[in-house]
C-alpha cells in the first residue's frame, strides 16, 4: 500500500504478525473542507478497530494531492476533482488515481448577519470575486450594510492550493477569468466565516458546514433562472443548488488491504451519518440520530 506504515519498534510488520500494541497507520492528507468530518471519522474508527490508526491532516485539496502524487499519502481529501495535469503526473510515477465519492457539500456565499442582502446572482457574484470586476461597493446592489464605513465591498477568499478556491473560480469566473487583487486569501474554511462574521462590510465563500448563526447565507440564481435557491443539504444532493459538489477521496488506484476496509466503512450507515450530523449531504438517503 502507498504510504501504509506501521507502529512499532523495528521493521514494519504485517497486522498478523505485528506484536500487541503496535498498529497500522492510514496517512491521510488534503481539503480544508473535509477536514473536520475526516477528523471525526477517524476517531470513531481507531475505538472500533483499536489496531488502526487514521493520521488526518488539512492543508488543502492541492496538498492532498500532491502528498498522494508524492507516496505520502494513503488518501486525499478533496473538494474538487483532479485536474488533467495532476492525473497525468500521477501516473507518470505509476500511480492510477482512484475516486471515491463520500459525500456532497454546497459552496455557501456569506455575509455578516446585519447585511440585508437576501439574494446574488452569479453574474453578481462574478463582478465582485473577478478580476477587473465592477462591484466595489454594497450600495449599487441595492442595500446599505449597517457599520460598513463607506459601504465598501471587503472580498474574503481561499488561498490557491484550496480545492474551494478553484471550484468557486470554475463555476462563477470561469477558466478564462481570474480572481480580482485586493481579496482576503484566508487559509481556512472556518477562517473565512469568522472573518465575515466580525467584519460587517466582507462577503466570502466557505463550506455548508461552517455556518453559524453569526452570519449569513445568501440565496444565489443561477444564469438564466427567475429565482434563487438555498444552499441546503437537498439542494446540494439534487444538485439544484448551483454551487454543489461531491467530496472525494482518492487512492492511488482501487483501494486494498486496511484502506479499503475503512472507505467502506466511511460509506456504510455510521460513516454516513457521521458526515451528515456534521452538515454535509450524505451519498444517500439514510436515516440519522442527531449527534
Not at 94 to 100: K, L, M, N, Q, S
Not at 196 to 211: E, H, K, M, N
Amino acid at each position: 500500500m502507498l504510504a501504509l506504515s506501521h507502529l512499532a519498534c523495528g521493521a514494519p510488520r504485517s497486522r498478523d504478525s505485528a506484536s500487541p500494541g503496535s498498529r497500522t497507520v492510514i496517512q491521510n492528507k488534503g481539503s480544508d473542507s473535509l477536514v473536520n468530518v475526516a477528523q471525526n471519522w477517524a476517531e470513531v474508527y481507531s475505538e472500533i478497530h483499536p489496531s488502526v490508526a487514521v493520521a488526518v491532516s488539512g492543508g488543502g485539496t492541492g496538498t492532498g494531492i500532491a502528498a498522494l502524487i508524492n507516496g505520502t499519502a494513503d488518501i486525499a481529501n478533496a473538494s474538487r476533482l483532479m485536474d488533467d495535469k495532476e492525473i497525468e503526473l500521477a501516473s507518470s510515477r505509476g500511480r492510477t488515481p482512484f475516486e471515491t465519492t463520500v459525500g456532497y457539500d454546497a459552496v455557501v456565499v456569506y455575509v455578516h448577519k446585519d447585511n440585508p442582502l437576501e439574494e446574488i446572482s452569479l453574474a453578481q457574484l462574478a463582478e465582485i470575486f473577478g478580476e477587473n470586476g465592477t462591484s466595489v461597493r454594497w450600495d449599487p446592489l441595492g442595500v446599505q450594510v449597517p457599520g460598513c464605513k463607506n459601504q465598501q465591498l471587503i472580498v474574503v477568499s481561499r488561498q490557491n492550493n484550496s480545492g474551494t478556491y478553484e471550484y468557486f473560480r470554475s463555476v462563477v469566473l470561469g477558466s478564462a477569468r481570474d480572481y480580482r487583487l485586493g481579496t482576503y486569501d484566508l487559509h481556512g474554511s472556518k477562517d473565512v466565516v469568522d472573518l465575515v462574521d466580525r467584519t460587517p462590510c466582507a462577503i466570502g465563500y466557505s463550506g455548508l458546514a461552517f455556518q453559524t448563526p453569526k452570519v449569513k447565507m445568501l440565496c444565489v440564481r443561477p444564469e438564466g433562472a427567475d429565482h434563487c435557491v438555498v444552499p441546503s443539504v437537498a439542494t446540494a444532493v439534487d444538485g439544484s443548488y448551483v454551487l454543489s459538489r461531491p467530496l472525494v477521496m482518492y487512492t492511488a488506484g482501487e483501494p486494498e488491504g486496511e484502506v479499503k476496509e475503512y472507505l467502506d466503512w466511511i460509506l456504510s450507515d455510521d460513516g454516513q451519518c457521521i458526515i451528515a450530523n456534521k452538515g454535509y449531504a450524505p451519498v444517500r438517503a439514510i436515516e440519522c440520530t442527531p449527534s
